[in-house]
């Protein structure tokens, strides 16, 4: 059947020509296309890293802040932003701090890459402001920030311009360290003309926050005399809980503009204003107890009796704490007692982070009856070095779990030499009744090998129990003269009359010391002069930090300081690193404590 033409003509009108073809696929191409990326998107659970390319590890930047750093006639309405080059995490708002810290408080919000911080209430006319945000903000990755940001601004024509710096020393954190001021030079209306600061109630006047290697700085500063702490907040309070935070106290209150250019350091030590209690107190043998303190105590041993019988008040016997068990302490009676029941009082007792205890303090009322004889012998807990390589002049640190007479110490030991067999003579200098240190009376050959022999019988307890019949042997070898190398430095001192000698020490980097204690001392040396210093360092190679204190208590290590009553710690700098190679002296820059 023929179509006729006029139906023809009708049906190419109705047939799209081709380039409508085209232009229809173009568009359903485009539409699905579109369609697949909504949907990948909305699928998506996790935002991934490129394949190929490296892990981001670099925290939020900020770029643009409102106000500038350091903008003038701020707006006391203003509300702060910050923009980071990367999306924020979920904020916490206790990172973000500003002081003067507004009385009604602030809040924080974040949102993508930008932060807000609004005063909720208008801030003081003239006034030099800082907002701090702590390294701890980390972007959606996790990553926290490289270093803290400080914005200085002011509501008035001119800003505060004092400046105060210094360096926390700890090995477990140093980012992050809240740096808390308070002003207390007692001007007229002043908070602090009659009092002091109390870091666990009072806002601090001004704050900061250390950077990845513990280093702080204040800038924008009246003029004034300021104390300082520093706090590791724990649970983000705003507030110091001796429970759980960690506080450092600095070696004297700051004054600005004197102190612009001085270093303050910090020790951070967890503390506790409690006294240590008396938890109980019991009869192990006939002439011996133990008594038990709710957290490590030392004694002043030697200015009087440490026990005495709380009853009649008459010395009964000596203790000394159980080296393996800090809250134990051993009391050891020269007869046995001839009572039913005994209450011991202890005086001269301190807490090991310098809270004293009463001199009421007293044991609960115990019985002496115990069965049996006295069966408790003391052996060997500790003897340093251990064997090995040791050099000519090693002094060894014996320690034993029980106390023994100062002459069973110089009894028990021995060195042989090997292979002649020839017995080298022993210093041996007790310190307590568990303590003593031994040194050979002449000097070895290099790489010789010898034994230091320990009788453990001739250790006898103070109740006259002796040690295991069985002979302890310990094999070492001389390390050659020329692995001695040595380090030369300077000490300044610029404290102010201060009393006590400085004392200069060098811990190799193999065992870094904790924020406490600098344990592993390789060598030290205390300076008389004040002003020079030189450490013979033998275990090497290696490289060693060198620390400088004034040892004003005259007790060998640098005190922290206390809250209650408040002393503020011993001047104490840590220095850099330095680089010790065997037969060569290695000059360092000087080293500054104050």
Same mark, same amino acid.
């Given at each position: ?253 700051? @004054? ?7 270093? !303050?350091?910090? *020790?951070?030590?967890?503390? #506790? /204003?409690?006294? %240590? &209690? $008396? ?77 004293? @205890? ?7 009322? !115990?019985?002496? *009856?115990?069965?049996?004889? #006295? /069966?408790?012998? %003391? &052996? $060997? ?98 390390? %050659? ?114």
């Amino acid at each position: 059947m023929r179509i006729p033409e006029t139906s023809k003509a009708s049906m190419l009108q109705l047939q799209p020509s081709h380039e409508q073809m085209v232009r229809k696929s173009r568009v359903i191409s485009l539409a699905v296309l579109l369609s697949a990326i909504i949907l990948l998107f909305s699928s998506c659970a996790k935002i991934k890293s490129p394949p190929g390319g490296p892990t981001d590890r670099v925290g939020p930047v900020p770029v643009v802040t409102v106000p500038e750093d350091r903008q003038r006639n701020v707006s006391r309405d203003i509300r702060i932003e910050v923009l980071f080059d990367s999306r924020l995490k979920t904020i916490d708002p206790t990172l973000v701090s500003i002081s003067p810290f507004p009385a009604a408080g602030i809040r924080v919000v974040g949102k993508n890459r930008r932060l807000l911080i609004e005063p909720l209430e208008p801030l003081q006319p003239n006034q030099t402001y800082r907002v701090t945000i702590s390294p701890k903000l980390a972007d959606e990755r996790s990553n926290p920030m490289s270093e803290p940001l400080e914005l200085l601004f002011s509501t008035g024509d001119s800003l505060d311009d004092g400046v105060l710096r210094g360096k926390v020393y700890d090995t477990t954190m140093r980012s992050g360290i809240w740096i808390w001021a308070w002003r207390i030079d007692g001007e007229a209306g002043s908070r602090y003309q009659n009092s002091e600061p109390q870091p666990w109630w009072d806002i601090p006047d001004v704050v900061t926050a250390t950077d990845s290697v513990g280093g702080f700085r204040f800038a924008g500063l009246k003029d004034g005399k300021y104390r300082l702490f520093a706090i590791d907040d724990k649970n983000r309070d705003r507030r110091y809980d001796p429970s759980i935070d960690r506080l450092g106290i600095t070696f004297e209150d700051a @004054i600005v503009p004197r102190d612009s250019a001085v270093e !303050f350091s910090f *020790q951070l030590a967890q503390r #506790d /204003t409690i006294p %240590p &209690t $008396i938890l109980n107190a019991r009869m192990v043998a006939p002439r011996i107890a133990t008594v038990r303190f709710s957290r490590p105590v030392t004694a002043r041993i030697g200015t009087q009796p440490l026990i005495r019988a709380s009853d009649r008040n008459s010395y009964v016997g000596i203790s000394y704490p159980d080296p393996t068990d800090s809250t134990k302490w051993w009391c050891v009676f020269p007869t046995v007692p001839e009572v039913d029941t005994l209450q011991l009082s202890f005086v001269n007792f301190i807490d090991w982070q310098g809270v004293k @205890i009463p001199d009421t303090t007293v044991t609960p009322r !115990f019985p002496t *009856q115990t069965k049996g004889v #006295d /069966t408790l012998a %003391p &052996t $060997i807990v500790s003897l340093n070095p251990p064997p090995g390589w040791v050099f000519k002049k090693t002094i060894w640190k014996v320690k034993t779990n029980l106390g023994v007479r100062a002459t069973d110490f110089r009894e028990a030991f021995s060195a042989i030499t090997i292979p002649d067999s020839q017995v080298v003579p022993l210093f041996v200098q007790p310190i307590d009744p568990l303590t003593a240190t031994i040194r050979m009376e002449n000097e070895l050959s290099e790489r010789r090998q010898f034994e230091l022999h320990c009788n453990p019988s001739k250790l006898r307890s103070l109740t006259d129990v002796s040690g295991r019949d069985t002979m302890l042997v310990y094999t070492y070898r001389v390390y %050659p003269g020329d692995t001695t190398g040595t380090v030369e430095t300077e000490v300044i001192d610029l404290w102010p009359g201060a009393s006590g000698t400085v004392v200069l020490e060098a811990v190799s980097n193999r065992f870094p010391g904790s924020s406490i204690g600098w344990v592993s001392t390789s060598s030290r040396d205390i300076v008389e002069s004040a002003t020079t210093g030189i450490l013979q360092i033998q275990n090497l190679p290696g490289t060693y930090r060198l620390r400088a204190f004034r040892d004003m208590n005259q007790n060998g290590v640098p005190d922290p300081g206390t809250l209650r009553p408040f002393r503020h710690a011993e001047p104490l700098i840590i220095a850099d690193t330095v680089r010790v190679r065997s037969r060569w002296t290695v000059e360092t820059d000087p080293i500054r404590i104050r």
